[in-house]
């Protein structure tokens, strides 16, 4: 995400650049916390409640990034592809939603 930060903008002051890549390193390790705090003091309905929505968050923001960043930009292919249709990508789409609900019912 810092070198994408990078390259959409390469002007940027080294301060700021410093900031956004901390604030980007120490995100991860900050939720991993909060979501250990969270799961340690909840039980029963409170805990399967908090769980689900933070799973849906989390496919939600998987959903996004797949269809915005890598389905539609994708990837411009060297020769005609058969598969580099709307409809395949859809159908991608469709089965790793497929796939993470399977998953997620097996959990």
Do not use: E
Not at 25 to 41: F, N, Q
Not at 49 to 60: F, K, L, P, V
Not at 78 to 98: E, W, Y
């Amino acid at each position: 995400m810092g070198i994408a930060l990078l390259r959409m903008i390469p002007k940027r002051p080294l301060i700021a650049t410093v900031a956004y890549s901390l604030a980007f390193a120490i995100s991860s390790p900050v939720g991993v916390g909060i979501g250990i705090a969270i799961d340690s003091t909840t039980q029963g309905r409170t805990a399967d409640w908090i769980y689900a929505i933070s799973m849906s968050i989390a496919c939600g923001v998987f959903m996004y990034v797949a269809i915005n960043h890598l389905i539609s930009k994708g990837f411009n292919p060297q020769t005609n592809n058969h598969f580099d249709t709307p409809a395949f990508k859809f159908l991608a789409v469709l089965s790793g939603v497929a796939v993470i609900a399977i998953v997620m019912i097996w959990d």
